[in-house]
């Protein structure tokens, strides 16, 4: 179980480089006012994937840190998956909820 996490780890790492920089190119894009339209769709399509690699990286790195490897953690699973769904959740709620005003 341990080296699946690390393995999670270390994958959600890599995509979480590779969706904050498409994210911030695309703002610096429209800072910018390149590229604008394709600018606003990667923007706006790119901070659901960031906040999600950006909680599986935390929270594997956070599960690695306090558990013993010898030892089962089911709890401490659950609660960290609670958690991740639940800011995703309000992620994506927020994002359908509030209109944009642009």
Known sequence: MEQTITNIKKVSLI???????????SSLLIANELFLKEAFILNKTMDVP???TGLLY?????RLMLTDPKKGH??????????????LGGLIYVNLAIPNLN
């Not at 699973?77 to 769904?85: A, S």
């Open 58 to 62: 935390g929270f594997a790195s956070i």
């Open 74 to 87: 089911n709890v401490l699973d659950i609660f960290l998956l609670t958690v991740i769904v639940l800011a």
């Open 15 to 25: 995509f979480f480089i590779i969706t904050g920089a498409l994210h911030l190119g």
């Open 50 to 52: 960031l906040v999600l």
